[in-house]
């Protein structure tokens, strides 16, 4: 496995929209591990392939529960809504608010290239249309409520507390 650069807003490959897995190949799961390196490396909850610079509909997820990958995923059924900050691998240092649904189904292939169907609700539900949007060149702050801020940086004494719990 290796870690792959992980392309940032301005780069042009993160406005373009990825094409279909038509078959697993050595190449596609040579990628699909690498993501997996490159999101758990940076601390990310999830990664699309146009992010390390492939144009392919491929995701990785880990939204805390252990790894999800999705080929040619297709999301449907929006249901409610959440708000909250979110942010991206491709846009270092920064959130926005953005309202997502609460819960999204989405069927998609697994690495065996088999359908999968997931039920997703809250963190998954808003890291799967996250992620899906990347597929079609669409970036969070494309449709974030507000403005892109920085994310604060904890001072030493919360650091502490933080390295406690
Ligand atoms: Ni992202």
Redesign the pocket.
Known sequence: MALRNVREMGDDILRKKSKPVKQMTERIQTMIDDMYETMYETQ?V???AP?IGVLRRVVVMDCGEGPITLINPVVSNPQGEQTGD??????PGKVAKVTRPMTVECDALDENMEPIHIEAEGLLARCIC??C??LDGI??PDVADGPLMDVAPMDEDEYEEYEEE
């Open positions: 990310g999830g990664l699309a992010q979110e942010g991206c691998l491709s846009i996250h992620e949007d990347h970036l969070y």
